[in-house]
């Protein structure tokens, strides 16, 4: 049971590419999102997904966007990378239901822009 | 606008020094206060969920309690292996989908000297 898998684990970009992350789930959860970290300043949500073909901006969505197309899969894209973008990107899902409501998280993709 | 402030910003214990991690919070519809921990080049893990004021959980040496405007986790007699960062949030309710988010703090480092 892999549970939440991130790939690439590391990138070097130069400023103006693009790339895409990956994130995989086996845990067939409804809800899916994508967060950056930073030092200092806590996890920050960049966009969310509350099912297959449904996404919505987070609180820092500008210069990234996002597709959901399988329940599994959510993509995280990058069209045009900036310094700014430097980051550790870290993707979450968890079950639509109630109780506890966990967000398990990948190992996270650490993204440098240069 | 959803606050989490966590404090100190860093805690050098020795083995067997207990403390306390303070994580103060300013939010709207609070639906449960979540404690993470992450190890270097992880991703979070979860620890404990809280939802009302007066509510304790305990696992192992850690012990987290809540009130209306914070939450404490507390660290008894701390061994090395307890070294992480320590991670609030809080979970509030999506703007433009059924559903919550976790809102982060910038979290603790804890570092246990052997």
């Known amino acids: 049971n892999a549970g939440v898998t991130q790939t690439p684990k590391f990138r070097v970009l130069k400023t103006g590419q693009s790339m895409t992350l990956l994130c995989a789930q086996d845990?067939?959860?409804?809800?899916m999102y994508w967060y950056r970290q930073d030092p200092g300043m806590g996890l920050r949500l960049i966009h969310y997904s509350v099912g297959e073909g449904t996404t919505a901006k987070g609180e820092v969505p500008d210069g990234y966007n996002v597709s959901r197309l399988k329940k599994q899969n959510f993509l995280l894209g990058l069209e045009s990378a900036a310094p700014s973008q430097t980051s550790v990107y870290f993707c979450?899902?968890?079950?639509?239901?109630?109780?506890?409501?966990?967000?398990?998280f990948g190992a996270g993709s650490r993204l440098t822009v240069l | 606008e959803d606050q989490v402030t966590q404090s100190p910003e860093a805690l050098r214990l020795q083995e067997g020094e207990s403390s306390s991690l303070n994580c103060s919070y300013t939010?709207?519809?609070?639906?449960?206060l979540f404690w993470y921990r992450q190890d270097p080049g992880k991703g979070p893990e979860f620890l404990f969920t809280?939802?009302?004021a007066g509510e304790e959980k305990e696992k192992e040496r850690l012990k987290a309690t809540l009130t209306k405007k914070e939450s404490f986790l507390h660290i008894t007699a701390p061994k090395p292996e307890d070294s992480a960062t320590y991670l609030c949030?809080?979970?509030?309710?999506?703007?433009?989908?059924?559903?919550?988010?976790?809102?982060f703090g910038g979290g603790t480092r804890v570092l246990v000297k052997p």
């Open positions: 939010v709207s519809g609070l639906r449960g």
């Open positions: 845990m067939n959860h409804e809800y």
């Open positions: 949030a809080v979970q509030v309710p999506l703007i433009k989908a059924a559903g919550n988010k976790l809102t």
């Open positions: 979450a899902s968890k079950w639509r239901g109630g109780g506890a409501n966990v967000l398990t």
């Open positions: 809280l939802y009302s």
